[in-house]
């Protein structure tokens, strides 16, 4: 299933549900990033996805990071709470989402990277290369935040 990201689109679609979500950015030793190119848009992102009804806001970070990377991570912290309600998300099923974000920090303890059904490639990349991929503005807002090294999370 494909999807078209919007944000401050007068064009984009009207929302037909509300999702609540997390996701992680994962670093390795060297300080790298994790990221995976998704399958349904070709935009690479942090590994992330919607909370079921059994989860908690990090335990949806720590399934969701196994699910399409296959590491084990453990949260270290927070990045912050994105829910900007210009930012819209339109699936080729007929969901239009809005989509309440929570994103944390995170350290792979285990596990073995391996790309998922959900992506065409993971990397760790280093933060002076993240510019150069092709990457929704939303993904690269978390980014920046975690770059920073804010001492408070980011709440928007």
Not at 45 to 63: F, H
Not at 74 to 99: M, S
Not at 113 to 137: G, N
Request: aromatic residues 6%.
């Amino acid at each position: 299933m494909a999807r078209t990201e919007y944000y401050d689109d007068a064009d984009a679609p009207k929302p037909n549900s509300l999702v609540v979500a997390a996701s992680a950015v994962v670093t390795d030793d060297e300080g790298r990033i994790l990221l995976q190119r998704r399958l349904d848009n070709d935009l690479w992102a942090l590994p992330g996805g919607a909370m079921e009804m059994a989860d908690s806001l990090p335990g949806t970070a720590i399934r969701e990071v196994k699910e399409e990377t296959g590491l084990d991570v453990e949260i270290t912290g927070l990045v912050g709470t994105y829910t900007d309600p210009r930012h819209v998300i339109a699936y080729t099923d007929g969901e239009v989402r809005r989509q309440f974000n929570v994103c944390f920090t995170a350290r792979a303890v285990g596990g073995q990277l391996a790309i998922s059904d959900e992506s065409t490639e993971l990397r760790f990349i280093p933060a002076e290369a993240l510019d150069e991929l092709p990457m929704h503005h939303t993904q690269r807002l978390r980014l920046r935040h975690f770059l920073e090294h804010r001492e408070q999370p980011y709440l928007g």
